[in-house]
C-alpha cells in the first residue's frame, strides 16, 4: 500500500518497473540517460515533473495521482475557505476541476481506517473531507459494517 503522506516517488518508480518488467535498456533510451541515473532515481524522494512525466507515460501509470490523492488527504486549505477565496478573485487562468479523484489506493486507505477502528467514519469525513454520501457509497460497495 502507498503511503500517501511520506510520498518517495523514486521507490514507487522503482516497484511499477519491477512490476511490469520494464527492460533497463529501454528505460535508458527512452529517458535518455545512462543506467547510474535511473538507479540514482530509485533513491530520490523527489523527482523533477518533467522527468516525472516521462516515467509515467513509459511505465503507463500516472504518478502524479500520487501526489493529488495525498493533497485531498492532508490538504490544510478547507472547502469553505477556498470557495469563498474563489468567490472573492478573478477567474484563474489555470484548468478549474470539478470533481475529486479518489483512486483505489485511496479507497482503500480509507476504508482500512474504518475497520482498524482508528477513526470512525464521522471523524474520516470530518479530517479528510470526504462527502457523507461518498464515504456511504463506498462502505455499501464494499460491506464494511463498522462505526
Do not use: A
Amino acid at each position: 500500500m502507498i503511503d500517501f503522506k511520506n510520498i518517495h516517488i523514486g521507490q514507487l518508480i522503482e516497484n511499477r518497473v519491477k512490476e511490469t518488467n520494464t527492460d533497463i535498456n529501454r528505460i535508458c533510451s527512452f529517458l535518455k540517460c545512462p543506467e547510474s541515473d535511473v538507479e540514482e532515481m530509485y533513491t530520490l524522494k523527489s523527482i523533477e515533473s518533467y522527468t516525472l512525466l516521462r516515467w509515467s507515460k513509459l511505465l503507463e501509470y500516472d504518478f502524479f495521482r500520487v501526489y493529488s490523492q495525498h493533497i485531498l488527504l492532508f490538504s490544510s486549505v478547507h472547502k469553505e475557505k477556498w470557495s469563498e477565496k474563489k468567490k472573492k478573485t478573478n477567474p484563474s487562468p489555470l484548468p478549474q476541476f470539478r470533481k475529486n479523484i479518489y483512486t483505489k489506493e485511496i479507497i482503500e486507505f480509507i476504508l482500512n481506517i474504518i475497520n482498524s477502528g482508528e477513526m470512525t467514519k464521522q471523524q474520516v469525513i470530518d479530517r479528510y473531507r470526504i462527502p457523507k454520501t461518498t464515504l456511504y457509497k463506498w462502505v455499501n460497495k464494499y460491506n464494511i459494517s463498522n462505526n
